[in-house]
């Protein structure tokens, strides 16, 4: 079975500053989809970015860019110039990209990214 | 597009009542999903769908039903409710078996005393 793990229960920032939050996976696969969602408190799920392992260049999306280094397992995540806005529970999740049934994704147990004004 | 919506927004249920989580998407998208996210943890998958008709557990099915008569509607049935199923339940959607992004519903807080 697939696990995900984020070490990192609670991380705190300075406003503008730059954090980077851990996920590692464990998985037998080598075809699947890594993701970062970020869960403010009004609970919504927004999907911050996703990366395929197939694809070796790090995804990056505005101020929100990954470290993917799949023979280590880990995908981790890197908020440049924190923002207020930013302050929410971060989840790691993997789907694996294997044919037949819908796959559904595995989640980390989240980390809770504070940022100090 | 309302995206996928989810009814209701709140519950409390006492021990052994049934209750239906509604969950409804416009997005003409063929997957369904129902995940559970219990205080402090990521969420875990209950049951997915792949199309009308087509439905299959995932993680932590027990205690609960599903249907999917329709594309647009994935109800989540609880018989016999326990404490242990207090927690926040999310429906999300995506529109086929290549589509790698799931969209969430706002979830449903569901308390059994």
């Known amino acids: 079975a697939q696990t995900v793990t984020q070490s990192q229960p609670e991380m705190s920032v300075q406003e503008a500053e730059t954090v980077t939050l851990s996920c590692t996976y464990d998985?037998?696969?080598?075809?699947?989809?890594l993701f970062w969602y970020k869960q403010p408190p009004s609970r919504q799920m927004i999907l911050v970015i996703r990366q395929e392992a197939y694809k070796q260049q790090n995804a990056t999306e505005n101020r929100f860019s990954v470290n993917f280094q799949k023979a280590a397992k880990s995908f981790s995540l890197k908020i440049s110039d924190s923002q207020l806005g930013d302050a929410a529970m971060y989840f790691c999740a993997y789907r694996v990209n294997s044919g037949g049934g819908a796959d559904g994704l595995t989640f980390g147990k989240g980390t809770h990214l504070i940022i100090q004004p | 597009n309302a995206g996928v919506t989810q009814t209701p927004k709140f519950r409390i249920l006492k021990i052994g009542q049934s209750m239906t989580l509604q969950c409804t998407q416009d997005?003409?998208?063929?997957?369904m999903y129902w995940y559970r996210q219990d205080p402090g943890m990521g969420l875990k998958l209950i049951y997915y769908?792949?199309?009308?008709?087509?439905?299959d557990k995932g993680e932590v099915p027990n205690g609960y039903n599903v249907s999917r008569s329709t594309t647009e509607d994935f109800p989540l049935r609880l018989e016999l409710a326990a404490p242990s199923q207090t927690s926040v339940y999310f429906c999300?959607?995506?529109?086929?078996?290549?589509?790698?992004?799931?969209?969430f519903g706002p979830g449903t807080r569901l308390t059994v005393l």
């Open positions: 998985t037998s696969e080598s075809d699947y989809y």
């Open positions: 997005m003409n998208h063929n997957y």
């Open positions: 769908s792949v199309g009308a008709g087509i439905t």
């Open positions: 999300a959607s995506s529109l086929d078996r290549t589509s790698d992004t799931q969209y």
